[in-house]
């Protein structure tokens, strides 16, 4: 169990967890990326930029 | 195809080596249709580090190795000579040349990280065209467990998302006639044809242009024939297709419209999105960021070879590699070998977590 950086509420995480994955607020919704677990650290996961080209 | 193999599969490939083969194939010049001396120098790369390696019948270059990735990305360059030189810019050497982003940068570092890791790759001829190598390469090959498409991304970009692309040729003929006429002309219906086609998928300033179909006349031409009995107009377009629709509604939509002349279409491109929660975006993730990096998810506006490849396979993708993509195509195209570097410990990193290895 760790905080949510956006609205503080507690995010269930579950076992196997890996760096680099992406998981839920169930709360807010925010989509949250895990950084690091030991111990479980959370980040706002990157937003969808738009860019040109190729 | 999933090859399995072994430490003894890999090689070391220095830092050193790889830029000289960033150099050497940037100074080859490469447009679409004149790969050859490039996929020539390329294939001497694998072959010199023990790879197998051939040139395929469309000229592609092909390293099949572990699949547990597929490395990717186009040998050709659009036309435009820019002489090859290091520059020192901001204290940082700078590779100028055509090529050196969009997408021999990409190429170079996916060929150095997959002889260091030991998966497979491929270098594909006609991306600027018509994606000769890359049609070819999905009918004479299996799916790999999953694909990095190479195009400049910039050392922290993971782009995920592609629109699509359908272009035609419209034609339409009138008779000639004395131009104080009010009858309207071929050149006056294929106007207004396109007016209506750009109003019908006019939309609000708001929308993000990667979910808009965008219109864009690239070739026109009309006047009176040479028999003097006709006008004749012939114009070829291009429409961006966003992941919400398919190429069939573009088509329908503009053709609800055509009220003199025909269109032939061209074999649409399908558009792509990826999520961001496979494994391999992950693997980009944890690599970018152990650069010290923060690692950004790109869609674009524009269309790649990958678009073909989530057609064909059904295996997770994503399209990576350094260099800025404002440059594509530009006269002051160039590319920083630091950032040449990091790309390749990035794209190692990655390769190495998908063949299961330590991170």
């Known amino acids: 169990m760790t905080e949510c950086v956006e609205c503080g509420a507690d995010v269930t995480l579950h076992d196997d967890l890996e760096v680099g994955e992406i998981v839920d607020c169930t709360t807010c919704g925010a989509e949250l990326e895990v950084v690091d677990t030991e111990p479980p650290v959370l980040e706002r996961a990157p937003e969808l930029e738009e860019d040109w080209g190729e | ?359």
């Open chain 2, 1 to 359: 195809m999933n090859v399995s193999m072994t430490d003894t599969d890999t090689a070391d490939v220095s830092f050193e080596d790889a830029r000289e083969l960033l150099v050497d194939l940037v100074s080859i010049p490469s447009p679409s249709g004149e790969e050859a001396a490039a996929a020539e120098r390329l294939a001497d790369f694998f072959e010199a580090h023990d790879r197998e390696v051939w040139i395929d019948d469309v000229g592609n270059v092909r390293a099949p190795a572990d699949d547990a990735v597929l490395l990717t990305s186009h040998i050709d360059t659009v036309p435009g000579e820019i002489p090859v030189r290091v520059e020192t810019e901001d204290g940082e050497e700078v590779l100028w040349g055509r090529g050196s982003v969009d997408a021999t940068g990409p190429l170079a570092a996916m060929a150095a990280a997959a002889v260091r890791t030991g998966v497979s790759f491929v270098g594909v001829v006609g991306e600027e065209t018509n994606s000769r190598g890359a049609r070819h390469l999905v009918k004479d090959r299996e799916a790999p467990e999953a694909v990095v498409n190479g195009e400049p991304s910039g050392v922290t970009g993971i782009t995920l998302g592609y629109r699509g692309f359908l272009a035609g040729t419209y034609v339409a003929t009138s008779e000639s006639g004395h131009t104080s006429r009010p009858d309207p002309n071929a050149i006056q219906h294929a106007m207004r044809w396109w007016t209506t086609v750009e109003d019908a998928f006019e939309t609000d300033d708001y929308e993000p242009v990667f979910e808009q179909v965008t219109t864009k006349p690239v070739d026109v031409d009309g006047g009176t024939s040479d028999d003097g009995l006709s006008v004749e107009t012939t114009m070829d377009v291009q429409l961006r297709i966003p992941p919400s629709l398919d190429a069939e509604s573009v088509r329908e939509t503009a053709e609800a419209h055509l009220e003199m002349g025909t269109v032939s279409w061209d074999e649409p491109i399908p558009p792509v999105m990826e999520s961001p929660r496979t494994e391999i975006a992950r693997a980009f993730r944890v690599a970018i960021r152990a650069e010290d990096e923060e690692p950004r998810l790109l869609r674009k506006t524009g269309t790649s070879d990958m678009n073909l490849y989530a057609g064909a396979w059904d295996c997770p993708m994503v399209t990576y590699g350094p260099g800025d993509s404002d440059l594509d195509h530009a006269p002051d195209e160039r590319l920083s070998l630091s950032a040449f570097d990091r790309s390749v410990a990035i794209l190692e990193r990655v390769a190495t977590t998908l063949r299961g290895e330590d991170e």
